[in-house]
């Protein structure tokens, strides 16, 4: 591209200046602007799934992955010590639910779900977010069993809910038949009921998640071992305060 | 070499000494930088969120620029007069508006190449190959659409607004279609009505939903059948495209 152009040095100074001092002003106010991230604010309802899939235009899969990025961008900053436990958990399951429609395949809803959402410290909430896990793994237990173990362990391990944690373990049991499940899934009864902390646990079902080739996303991967070292230092606190309180 | 061909690499050659490869840099930039950044907050399938997003970004730029290099290019062939030139030479309307068509075609083929070079960071190439063909079949379709209106309306704004609207309906129309035969929705006369129109619009549509997925890319190559419904469908209404456009080109008056 090529164009007949004067050169710079026939505009006028004052167009210089004009232009200088607009983008100065310009720069100040950008600068003066409150982040917006700071911002704590809660959910919206989700649009209905109808009002999605036209939205998309025929690009679910896209989709349905970007409002997971807007929806885990809620009450994850601002003044808040504990991400999402500010979030009202009845619009976020309607969230998670609606996406996972969009994108039945997609295990981001369910990851999220049973990972992050369900780890907060407040039992009524973790209880939603569980009974959402259980219920869309009814609808494809072949593929989502891996979300329903780690509700198994929330249930035992944050809840202490026994019962509730066995009755997730026997659903794995008795609904999920693909061939490629693991042993230590299909008998996770046993396994909750044996006595292991959650560190243990965690890395029991961590193991056999990757030795079974299950996760591969690196940046799966990459948050797993985050929560990994996460439990091992509360852990390691908690040891450490339980023995300087010993008499 | 017939004239149709030269008429065509006229019109690639032109693309490339327009702003056109600049702009498919730009995209592809785009969507390489903004794929990253995604692929950095996501908690768990980066990989297909990175090649989801940039294969919905990349698809929509190839559709737009294809679009609004036609109406451009078209609209100003028109208003110089070259295009009265051309009639005037011993050269029949159908060569001079296929050779034209020809090299819009060839330039989508190009773009999509393009676009599709970069998912093969995060897809199989087997899954990549049929997405690009796709693609190119798709801007094949959008070329002929934007070459039809361009020389209907004359005019570069109403030109890229009808096809857009053209293509935008095409891809949700499925959507719509569904939403129309809703079985909450209660069967009264009006409602039936507006489900038949919807049914009638579907019927002069081709199905752009069911071409081009991003599915192909993160869950696996389709079934042979579905991939050759898709593609004959776009194939089909670009002939239809084509055949309109001659239709209209032969009536023009000098």
């Known amino acids: 591209m090529s164009r007949d152009e004067r050169p710079l040095s026939a505009v006028p100074g004052w167009v210089w200046l004009g232009l200088t001092a607009c983008l100065a002003l310009q720069l100040a106010w950008a600068g003066m602007r409150p982040s917006a991230s700071q911002r704590a604010e809660d959910v919206p309802p989700p649009p209905r799934l109808a009002a999605l899939r036209l939205a998309s235009l025929g690009e679910p899969e896209a989709l349905a992955r970007l409002a997971m990025l807007y929806l885990q961008a809620y009450d994850l900053r601002g003044a808040n010590d504990i991400p999402y436990q500010n979030l009202d958990y009845r619009r976020l399951v309607a969230w998670l639910r609606v996406v996972l429609a969009l994108d039945p395949k997609s295990e981001y809803p369910l990851f999220s779900a049973a990972r992050v959402y369900a780890e907060v410290p407040d039992p009524a909430k973790t209880k939603v977010v569980l009974d959402f896990v259980y219920r869309e793994y009814l609808r494809d237990p072949n593929h989502r069993w891996p979300w329903l173990a780690q509700a198994a362990m929330v249930a035992k391990h944050r809840l202490h809910d026994l019962p509730l944690a066995l009755r997730y373990a026997d659903a794995i049991d008795r609904y999920t038949t693909a061939s490629n499940v693991p042993l230590w899934a299909k008998q996770m009864r046993i396994f909750i009921l044996e006595d292991m902390n959650e560190l243990q646990a965690a890395k029991v079902i961590l193991g056999g998640l990757l030795a079974s080739g299950t996760i591969k996303d690196p940046a799966e991967l990459r948050f797993l071992e985050h929560r990994l070292q996460d439990l091992e230092a509360r852990q390691a606190a908690q040891a450490g305060g339980g023995r300087m309180s010993r008499p | ?254």
């Not at chain 2, 989801?52 to 698809?59: D, I, N, P, Y």
């Open chain 2, 1 to 254: 070499m017939p004239a149709a061909a030269i008429l065509a690499r006229f019109v690639l050659l032109e693309a490339r000494r327009s702003g056109l490869p600049w702009l498919v840099a730009a995209s592809l930039a785009a969507a390489l930088g903004l794929a990253a950044f995604v692929s950095q907050v996501a908690l768990t399938e980066s990989i297909a969120l990175q090649a989801a997003f940039s294969a919905a970004l990349l698809r929509a730029c190839a559709v737009f620029l294809v679009a609004l290099h036609v109406a451009a290019s078209t609209v100003r062939e028109v208003d110089d007069k070259g295009l009265e030139l051309m009639l005037t030479l011993p050269l029949s309307r159908g060569a001079q508006y296929a050779g034209r068509l020809a090299g819009y075609v060839a330039l989508g083929t190009v773009i999509s190449a393009c676009f599709a070079l970069p998912l093969l960071l995060w897809s199989p190439p087997a899954a990549v190959l049929l997405w690009a063909a796709s693609l190119a079949l798709e801007t094949a379709l959008v070329a002929a659409a934007a070459l039809f209106f361009s020389m209907a309306l004359v005019q570069p704004v109403p030109a890229f607004a009808a096809t857009a609207g053209l293509y935008l309906l095409a891809r949700a129309i499925g959507t719509v279609q569904s939403i129309a035969a809703s079985p909450l929705a209660e069967p009264t006369l009006p409602h039936r009505l507006a489900q038949w129109s919807i049914d009638a619009l579907a019927l002069l549509l081709p199905r752009l939903d069911a071409a081009t997925r991003t599915e192909w890319l993160i869950y696996g190559a389709p079934t042979a059948g579905a991939y050759a419904t898709a593609l004959a469908g776009l194939a089909l209404y670009s002939l239809l495209l084509i055949a309109a456009g001659l239709f209209d080109f032969h009536r023009r008056n000098l």
